[in-house]
């Protein structure tokens, strides 16, 4: 069985950092991309980030102070969130691609399995 859990959210203030956990059980991760998505109170969901063999993409809102990344062995991917501002405030989750994507990894219905979110909240 597929499942995906996202962990590490958390109240911050504004210009610190948190760590996203993403672990994923059923699968392999190098086999599948594997996307970070948020979602705002009364906004619509917004990709963040997205990372498969040897590529990674970010929204251009976080790009410079966010970082992908994956541990193989642990099959956890990660979101490095620096520099974090009030406007991140949202709830985090992350979701595996049904297929190997590049343009379209903004997209929630290239996504199969998604993951509980993980509420992040920045303010002083």
């Known amino acids: 069985e597929v499942q995906l859990q996202a962990s590490g959210g958390g109240l911050v203030q504004p210009g610190g950092s948190l760590r996203l956990s993403c672990a994923a059980s059923?699968?392999?991760?190098?086999?599948?991309?594997i996307g970070w998505f948020r979602q705002a109170p009364g906004k619509e969901r917004e990709g963040v980030s997205y990372?498969?063999?040897?590529?990674?993409f970010y929204a251009d809102s976080v790009k410079g102070r966010f970082t992908i990344s994956r541990d193989n062995a642990k099959n956890t991917v990660y979101l490095q969130m620096n520099s974090l501002k009030p406007e991140d405030t949202a709830v985090y989750s992350c979701a595996r691609a049904s297929r190997l994507l590049s343009s379209l990894w903004r997209a929630p219905p290239n996504y199969a399995y998604w993951g509980q979110g993980t509420l992040v909240t920045v303010s002083s």
């Open positions: 059923g699968f392999a991760l190098d086999d599948y991309g």
């Open positions: 990372i498969n063999v040897g590529r990674k």
